[in-house]
């Protein structure tokens, strides 16, 4: 099995920045793809950024693209989201997933294994 843990969360100002981490445990060999979603109050869950968790492909939600950064450590089997520029818009619970069976995937039903998630809040 595996184990995911965020962290990193809090409350920021518009054009702040943040870096969420989310530290994977158990059979972490398994894993292929780590991807982050986020949930803001009275919508769906949505995609922001995927990482392979082998070589260096990412992708990115367009809403997103050019202000977050999707980055992992593999000696420390940690995955990194480095949030800059952020806006009002970008509050809510940010989730991590893993995928033991696909690559770079931006669906939740894709990812088999999630976080508890943790709270982002951008004050404007």
């Known amino acids: 099995q595996v184990q995911l843990v965020e962290s990193g969360g809090g409350l920021v100002q518009t054009g702040g920045s943040l870096r969420l981490s989310c530290a994977a445990s158990g059979r972490t060999g398994t894993i292929t793809t780590m991807a982050w979603f986020r949930q803001a109050p009275g919508k769906e869950r949505e995609f922001a950024a995927a990482?392979?968790?082998?070589?260096?492909?990412?992708t990115y939600a367009n809403s997103v693209k050019g202000r977050f950064t999707i980055s992992r450590n593999n000696a420390e089997n940690t995955a990194y989201l480095q949030m800059s520029s952020l806006k009002p818009e970008d509050t809510a619970v940010y989730y991590c997933?893993?995928?033991?069976?696909?690559?770079?995937?931006?669906?939740?039903?894709?990812?088999?294994?999630w976080g508890q998630g943790t709270q982002v809040t951008v004050s404007s």
């Open positions: 997933a893993a995928s033991r069976s696909g690559w770079l995937l931006s669906t939740m039903s894709d990812y088999d294994v």
């Open positions: 990482i392979s968790w082998r070589g260096d492909s990412t």
